[in-house]
């Protein structure tokens, strides 16, 4: 159950991230919405993310958390923000899945 919860935290770190970026692009009233899902998605994330850590180790599951951030903000930028899909950025989102992947075979 940890790591289900830990994903879904990793997907909330992902959506304030996101709405992070949609903020920037937006004025007034809009933008001040993106910062409330910001905020929203941010306690959501990190409440997951203490539940999660109550049976994950905190490495392991800060790691992780991280990790899955990091991909999905990445694949976001490319898929709504029209950020570059290069050759080595895709490279290095493939280890950094493998090395999310390995951390959690690997950790009791």
Same mark, same amino acid.
């Given at each position: 159950m940890? =790591?289900?919860? /830990?994903? +879904?935290?990793?997907?909330?770190?992902?959506?304030f991230a996101s709405c992070l970026g949609k903020a920037k692009e937006t004025t007034g009233t809009a933008s001040y919405w993106w910062?409330?899902?910001? =905020?929203?998605? /941010?306690? +959501?994330s990190m409440v997951l993310l203490v539940k999660a850590t109550k049976t994950i180790p905190i490495g392991?599951?800060?790691?992780?958390?991280t990790g899955?951030?990091?991909?999905?903000?990445?694949?976001?930028g490319i898929l709504?923000?029209?950020?570059?899909a290069?050759?080595?950025?895709?490279?290095?989102l493939t280890t950094l899945i493998g090395s999310?992947?390995?951390?959690?075979?690997?950790?009791?």
């Open positions: 940890g =790591f289900i919860l /830990l994903i +879904i935290a990793g997907l909330f770190e992902v959506a910062y409330a899902g910001f =905020f929203v998605a /941010l306690t +959501i392991t599951a800060y790691a992780v958390w899955i951030g990091a991909v999905g903000t990445v694949l976001m709504f923000f029209k950020e570059p290069t050759f080595w950025r895709m490279f290095f999310i992947i390995g951390l959690k075979y690997v950790s009791h």
